[in-house]
Each structure stands twice: as structure tokens, then as C-alpha cells.
């Protein structure tokens, strides 16, 4: 199924306000052009993201691109689309501004839109992230149901890398609550599905859970 051609419905648009006095064009072209500029806002957003994780410097414009997508995607009517993106602006209070709590409120609000719109893939990181959000409080068996949940969710969609990625946060769960055997068994898995899909960072994350938790037994 082809992509809409948001960029020629928009030129069109312009054609019939500019030259045809069709001023409804003019309302009818915001609605394209936000379905253009919506994603594009949430991908270099996540772009940013990534580019965080790996050098740990926060960029200011990672969070407006996320708020902007999650304005664009209300206006627009779209609950999938919303919910992505206020996924993001959770994670990035969570992760770059290390500020968990204020992250909460728009993790909990992405989930309910993505459980409505049976979104399970964004559904499965929203609940991760509340469920590091539990742990960082010591509500470990909380924090333990939801990032189960997450993988589960993960698994029954068939995103496999994202399935092995929660399989480690399972296994720095039950190490750090005096768990070591059933860390050691997620790791296990981890590494087995990370290699059957070939999702080799997620292999180098097994192994650096492996050294830590062994650091810290």
C-alpha cells in the first residue's frame, strides 16, 4: 500500500486557494502539511535520542521535537501516533533529564492511547519505562509485572529485538533483588533471541549485565 502524497496534496491545496479562490483549501492544506510535519518531528526526535545514548550530551531540541509531534498528532486526531510520541517526551524526562517522576504522567497517558488503538509495540515501551520507573522507587514487584508485560507484548507482536532488550531489564531486576539464578536465566534468553534475530548490540548489553551483575556479586 502506497504512502500518501502529502507533499503533492499540499501543492495542490495551494494551487486551489492561490489561483481557483477555493478558501477552504487553506484549512483543509494545515491538516496535510501537520501529516507531513508530525513524523518528521518524532524521527528526529528519536534520531537525537540514539545520538544521546551514545555520547551522553543532551540536546535541548530532542525534547520540543517530541512535543511538537505529540501537538501535531493530537490536532491531527491520530491516537497511535499521539501515543508515540508521548512516549518519547516520558523517556527523554526519564533518561536525558534523569528526572523519572515527571517522565510518569506522559508514559501513563501514551499507554492508555495505545491500548485503545491496540498499538501493542508502543503499549510494550510505555510499560517498560513505568516499569523503571517503579524499580527506581522500590516497587519491585510492580516494576517486575510491568516489564514482563512488556515482553510479552514484545513476543506476541514479534519484535524479537525489543523482546531480548526487556529480557535483560528482567535480568538487572532479579539481581538487584537478590535473584541471581533467574538473572542469570533472562540473560540466557536474552542472548539467544538477540543472536537468533540479529540484534547484536542487544548481545553486547547481555554481556555487559553479565559483567555487572558479576562485578556486584
Not at 511538537?68 to 508521548?86: F, K, Q, S, V
Not at 514487584?141 to 529480557?167: K, N, Q
Not at 547484536?200 to 554481556?207: D, I, K, N, T
Amino acid at each position: 500500500m502506497r504512502e500518501p502524497d502529502w507533499i503533492g496534496q499540499a501543492g495542490e491545496l495551494f494551487e486551489a486557494a492561490m489561483f481557483r479562490g477555493d478558501t477552504g483549501a487553506l484549512e483543509r492544506s494545515d491538516d496535510v502539511l501537520d501529516a507531513v510535519e508530525a513524523p518528521l518531528a518524532l524521527a528526529r526526535g528519536k534520531v537525537l535520542h540514539i545520538r544521546f545514548l551514545g555520547d551522553r550530551v543532551e540536546r535541548p531540541e530532542e525534547l520540543a521535537l517530541f512535543e511538537r509531534a505529540a501537538e501535531l498528532y493530537r490536532r491531527l486526531g491520530d491516537g497511535p501516533g499521539e501515543a508515540d510520541a508521548l512516549f518519547w517526551i516520558g523517556c527523554c524526562h526519564q533518561v536525558v533529564k534523569g528526572d523519572g517522576p515527571a517522565g510518569v504522567p506522559y508514559l501513563e497517558r501514551s499507554y492508555a492511547l495505545a491500548r485503545d488503538a491496540g498499538d501493542r509495540r508502543t503499549m510494550s515501551y510505555a510499560v517498560r519505562h513505568l516499569g523503571f520507573a517503579d524499580k527506581d522507587a522500590g516497587r519491585f514487584e510492580r516494576a517486575r509485572e510491568r516489564l514482563t508485560e512488556s515482553v510479552a507484548l514484545r513476543r506476541e507482536i514479534g519484535f524479537a529485538a525489543g523482546e531480548a532488550a526487556g529480557l535483560v531489564a528482567l535480568g538487572y531486576l532479579a539481581a538487584e533483588t537478590g535473584d541471581p539464578a533467574t538473572a542469570s536465566g533472562h540473560l540466557d534468553e536474552a542472548r539467544k533471541v538477540a543472536e537468533r534475530c540479529g540484534a547484536a548490540a542487544v548481545s553486547g548489553w547481555v554481556e555487559q549485565a553479565r559483567r555487572l551483575i558479576g562485578e556486584q556479586g
